[in-house]
């Protein structure tokens, strides 16, 4: 079995990321070495959208080692990463009389792990949680690090609810993360693309963790994990997980104010901006709207690295590259029907990084290297959303 492990070290505590072919099947015996002893019982929070033969396998490994296991489904929106979600799940525990030691399990994608990731730091104030990310943006990056979280639907001006991103969560490091890349045969392409702007953004700040080379590998790289080549499916999910661990490992409460875990935020706050537009799609075909997280993320690279190009913090061959590679996956840099740029200024300010009313943002300022820039010169700002207008 072609298997790797990259090791987290976190001042909230360690542990392993196993990345293989095969590797979900051994989940139970890993869960038991993290946790110091076999699970009496265990929760599953089951992605709607992953196979049956995903969830058999994960139930099958614990009741093999005499766990009782509960399974609780949930529906993977952007809606219903939300608070009655989440109680929903809490309610669900409680009821199957999950104890403290007793972990649970997050099969799916970044929604599932976010919220389920959030009910276990919750539950009875903590409980453990194994991450199982089975889409390639939760392997590469959301399982990782310990941000959970869920949407918060806040009424807006006109009093209809407006979706503010992971508005309510909590830092709760996993004890074990089992990506098993098997889980991708099933995972359309439109999410898989989705995993690779995760991908670039890691790129294009890559030299912060001594890993410079990784943007450039990861555009030679493509067209072999688009065809989800196993090797390189494997290498591109280590090295990405490699790289967040380092970033986290510095500062794992994104507490630096020189620019530690904040840098993983690069284009996130235009991103998060744009993600609750109900209406926006990828390629102006209404029937594929909304767009979906990682799509947004591509598109806030894009204005991310305009806005620093034209702030001079970097030269435009930058922006260039990103764009080039972004287009190369298959991701959207521009966007039909986006709305004022006022508006989306006034969203942005709802970012969790605005301090004194004052936006901040992560800007690229040289190859595979970004910073933190406070107040940046608003005419900039405005002239990156409108870059990726279609
Ligand atoms: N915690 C973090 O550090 C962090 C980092 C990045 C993103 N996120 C969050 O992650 C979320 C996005 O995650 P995502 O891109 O995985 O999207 P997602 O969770 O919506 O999953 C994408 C879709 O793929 C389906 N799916 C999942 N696994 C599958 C499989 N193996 N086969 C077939 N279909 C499958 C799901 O049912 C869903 O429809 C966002 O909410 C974002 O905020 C969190």
């Known amino acids: 079995m072609n298997e790797r492990i990259v090791n987290v070290r976190t001042s909230d505590g360690n542990y392993r990321v196993v990345v293989g072919t095969g590797v979900l099947g051994s989940i139970a015996t890993a869960t038991a070495d993290a946790l110091g002893h076999a699970p009496a019982r265990v929760f599953i929070v089951a992605d709607a959208g992953v196979p049956e033969s995903a969830h058999a396998a994960v139930i099958d490994s614990f009741a093999a080692l005499g766990a009782s296991v509960h399974v609780h489904v949930v529906r993977p929106s952007e809606r219903d990463k939300s608070i009655e979600t989440l109680e929903g799940i809490l309610a669900a525990m409680a009821r199957t009389r999950h104890e403290r030691a007793d972990p649970v399990v997050a099969l799916g994608g970044g929604i599932v792990g976010d919220t389920a990731g959030f009910a276990a730091a919750c539950y009875r104030r903590g409980v453990p949680i194994v991450q199982c990310p089975t889409t390639l943006l939760a392997m590469v990056d959301a399982s990782v690090g310990g941000k959970t979280a869920v949407n918060l639907a806040v009424p807006g001006a006109d009093g209809a609810p407006e979706?503010?991103?992971?508005?309510?969560?909590?830092?709760?490091?996993?004890?074990?993360?089992?990506?098993?890349?098997?889980?991708?045969?099933?995972?359309?392409?439109?999410?898989?693309?989705?995993?690779?702007?995760?991908?670039?953004?890691?790129?294009?700040?890559?030299?912060?963790?001594?890993?410079?080379?990784?943007?450039?590998?990861?555009?030679?790289?493509?067209?072999?994990?688009?065809?989800?080549?196993?090797?390189?499916?494997?290498?591109?999910?280590?090295?990405?997980?490699?790289?967040?661990?380092?970033?986290?490992?510095?500062?794992?409460?994104?507490?630096?104010?020189?620019?530690?875990?904040?840098?993983?935020?690069?284009?996130?706050?235009?991103?998060?901006?744009?993600?609750?537009?109900?209406?926006?799609?990828?390629?102006?075909?209404?029937?594929?709207?909304?767009?979906?997280?990682?799509?947004?993320?591509?598109?806030?690279?894009?204005?991310?690295?305009?806005?620093?190009?034209?702030?001079?913090?970097?030269?435009?061959?930058?922006?260039?590259?990103?764009?080039?590679?972004?287009?190369?996956?298959?991701?959207?840099?521009?966007?039909?029907?986006?709305?004022?740029?006022?508006?989306?200024?006034?969203?942005?300010?709802?970012?969790?990084?605005?301090?004194?009313?004052?936006?901040?943002?992560?800007?690229?300022?040289?190859?595979?290297?970004?910073?933190?820039?406070?107040?940046?010169?608003?005419?900039?700002?405005?002239?990156?959303?409108?870059?990726?207008?279609?």
Not at 210 to 232: E, N
Not at 284 to 300: K, N, Q, R, Y
Request: aromatic fraction near 4%; charge should be negative.
């Open 163 to 390: 979706l503010r991103k992971n508005f309510v969560g909590a830092f709760h490091q996993p004890i074990l993360v089992v990506a098993d890349i098997a889980m991708l045969s099933t995972l359309s392409d439109r999410h898989f693309r989705c995993g690779l702007a995760e991908c670039v953004k890691h790129g294009m700040i890559a030299a912060e963790a001594g890993d410079d080379q990784l943007g450039p590998w990861t555009a030679r790289t493509l067209d072999a994990a688009i065809a989800r080549d196993a090797a390189t499916l494997i290498e591109l999910i280590a090295r990405n997980v490699a790289l967040k661990a380092t970033i986290v490992g510095r500062d794992t409460r994104e507490t630096d104010p020189a620019g530690g875990r904040v840098l993983l935020n690069l284009g996130h706050t235009f991103a998060h901006a744009i993600e609750p537009i109900h209406h926006l799609t990828p390629d102006g075909d209404a029937a594929h709207a909304p767009l979906h997280h990682g799509e947004a993320v591509s598109l806030g690279l894009a204005a991310a690295a305009h806005c620093a190009t034209t702030l001079g913090h970097c030269d435009a061959s930058i922006e260039f590259q990103a764009l080039e590679t972004l287009v190369a996956a298959g991701l959207p840099t521009k966007v039909c029907d986006l709305p004022d740029t006022a508006w989306i200024v006034d969203a942005m300010l709802h970012d969790k990084k605005v301090s004194g009313d004052k936006l901040r943002l992560v800007l690229p300022i040289g190859p595979a290297r970004a910073r933190l820039f406070n107040d940046p010169l608003i005419d900039a700002v405005r002239g990156a959303i409108d870059s990726i207008r279609a």
